[in-house]
């Protein structure tokens, strides 16, 4: 599985980004999907996640209410729409996918989003 992320940048606070993540390869076989960040000196957290089944979405409290992920099942596509973004979003983006069976991770590259104040 091959995850290709787009969409970073530079925003003010207060803005909008959208994050793209298309998945390739033997997609079939994932799971969820989901998008973490990692800011400078911090370790990398989770930002949100949906599952491939039924669509299931979670959130880290920090974004709950300005963040919204979504798919296009046939397009495998998943997006993370960034709203009221802040200084303290300022981070890299990897997109994530979890393959059941042999619980293995995937990981984007990353996308750099950057908040100014």
């Known amino acids: 599985v091959q995850l290709v992320e787009s969409g970073g940048g530079l925003v003010q606070a207060g803005g909008s980004l959208r994050l793209s993540c298309v998945a390739s390869?033997?997609?079939?076989?994932?799971?969820?999907m989901g998008w973490y960040r990692q800011a400078p000196g911090k370790q990398r957290e989770l930002v949100a996640a949906i599952t491939s089944g039924d669509g299931t979405t979670s959130y880290a409290y920090a974004v709950k209410g300005r963040f919204t992920i979504s798919r296009d099942k046939a397009q495998n596509t998943v997006y993370l729409q960034m709203n009221n973004l802040s200084p303290e979003d300022t981070a890299v983006y990897y997109c994530?996918?979890?393959?059941?069976?042999?619980?293995?991770?995937?990981w984007g590259q990353g996308t750099q989003v950057t908040v100014s104040s």
């Open positions: 994530h996918a979890h393959e059941g069976g042999v619980e293995y991770d995937y």
């Open positions: 390869g033997s997609t079939f076989r994932i799971n969820y």
